[in-house]
């Protein structure tokens, strides 16, 4: 599976997601920082990478229309610290094997996958 990091995650989880095997890259890794929303999610999609982004502006199903994308993944984490943020990205990595992200959206919340395709 092939995703992209938002600039509001920690770099290193493009190191958790390649360690599963997916082709990651970040949002800054491609010079994209502080671009409008509307802007890196055609990016994404040009690309065929599902985007991984704590901004919740993404999960907003009339803007970012689930089944036109590679998909979208929003982590609603209680808490946002590093480590709480990179075991979330392990979850989705391990959860990408078994379910296509490709069409849908993912909210990952603590302890709790929810999925709308």
């Known amino acids: 599976m ?9 770099g290193e989880g493009v190191l958790v997601l390649r360690a599963a095997g997916h082709d990651a ?5 491609q010079g994209w920082g502080g671009r409008p929303d509307p802007e890196i999610f055609a990016v994404v999609q040009a ?3 599902a985007l991984i982004t ?3 502006g993404f999960s907003n199903i009339r803007t970012y229309t689930p089944r036109m994308s590679t998909g979208i993944i929003v982590l609603r984490l209680g808490r946002q ?4 943020v990179l075991a979330a990205i392990a979850e989705v990595a391990a959860a990408a094997v078994a379910e296509p992200v490709t069409g849908k959206l993912w909210i990952v919340e603590d ?4 999925i709308r395709g």
């Open 81 to 84: 610290s590093k480590p709480v």
């Open 47 to 49: 690309e065929g990478r």
């Open 2 to 10: 092939k995703f992209k990091l938002d600039e509001n995650l920690p």
């Open 54 to 56: 704590l901004d919740v």
């Open 25 to 29: 890259v970040t949002v800054l890794d």
């Open 111 to 114: 302890g709790r996958l929810r």
